[in-house]
């Protein structure tokens, strides 16, 4: 509620969504030329072939020229980038009706951003294109691989589907973590399958043991622990996210934080050694295994976290120097 108040006497909060709202529109035409990007570029995947890609036909999903780790798409409609999207705008709904809830409860607040009509159009932009979105990935989004259905990385809208997986979140072993799927999904366990196997070309395993997924990004050999953690969190062996956690911790060398990448040979080469988003993700996970009501061993605990108890029962603490 008191996010809502917020948000509702921000003055450019309703306009940046309806922004965003009618630049998604937008991007569902594949005869949209509104955004163009070219730069000369060392690596192929830093620019856009004619400043546009290449020839798509609309599929009711959103077309994206970039995937999430800044890498030009193939295909432009990323399937993973779209089921966030998807999950996303329906929680978008959501707002916006405590948005309406929060005026009702002030009827002297007055903003021309902020009116009930624009509040009922933003909703069913909203509800429009995530239906839009969502047929988008049943209808296109899927292909056979090896003999099995899974969900595709990205498709084109004329048939033409391309199956790999990237480290970055949103990817298709993070599904179930975005809240498009449950991680008990057939489909999705087909996908995850083939996801954390050598049919991924971006699946590297090498002398260490460990393996996940890596990205064009840093390329060949380069795998990146977030793609460790995805396979954790849509987990619920025991013995594989003991495995997972231990990989993790190993994969930490030399300063104990997660990096972006590491070699799958060799621990010393690696990226970043200081990976936010990687690190944020892993405290994260922690949390979650050790609040589960049946992964929590895996975490050294002999039972599961209270976090609801933990976190009431805190108390900040004056350290003086």
Request: charged share 20%; with cysteine; proline share 6%.
């Amino acid at each position: 509620a008191e996010a809502a108040r917020r948000f509702l006497e921000d003055p450019s909060f309703v306009p940046a969504v309806a922004r965003v709202l009618s630049t998604m529109q937008e991007m569902t035409s594949c005869a949209s030329k509104s955004y163009t990007f070219q730069r000369r570029a060392q690596e192929p995947t830093d620019t856009l072939s004619h400043g546009v890609g290449f020839p798509c036909s609309d599929t009711g999903m959103v077309r994206t020229h970039f995937r999430p780790s800044d890498d030009a798409v193939i295909f432009d409609f990323n399937v993973p980038g779209n089921a966030m999207a998807a999950v996303e705008l329906g929680r978008l709904q959501g707002l916006l009706q405590s948005l309406r809830a929060a005026a009702a409860e002030r009827p002297t607040f007055a903003a021309p951003w902020v009116t009930e009509q624009i509040l009922d159009n933003l909703e069913a932009q909203a509800h429009d294109l995530e239906a839009s979105i969502r047929a988008g990935i049943a209808k296109y989004g899927k292909m056979q691989f090896n003999g099995e259905m899974v969900y595709a990385y990205e498709v084109d809208g004329f048939g033409n589907a391309m199956f790999m997986d990237d480290a970055n979140v949103p990817s298709l072993l993070s599904l179930p973590f975005l809240g498009f799927v449950e991680a008990s999904d057939p489909l999705f366990q087909a996908t995850r399958r083939a996801v954390l196997s050598e049919k991924n070309p971006w699946y590297f395993i090498g002398e260490l043991g460990v393996g996940g997924v890596g990205g064009p990004h840093q390329g060949k050999d380069m795998i990146w622990p977030m793609s460790l953690m995805m396979q954790a969190w849509t987990s619920d062996s025991i013995d594989e996210v003991t495995a997972v956690l231990k990989h993790l911790m190993l994969v930490t060398e030399p300063n104990s934080l997660m990096h972006e990448s590491f070699n799958k040979n060799d621990l010393k080469v690696f990226t970043r050694s200081w990976f936010a988003w990687a690190n944020t993700l892993f405290g994260d996970l922690i949390l979650r295994i050790a609040s589960h009501p049946t992964l929590y061993p895996a975490a050294n605990l002999t039972k599961p976290l209270d976090l609801d108890a933990l976190i009431h029962g805190w108390q900040p603490q004056i350290f003086m120097v």
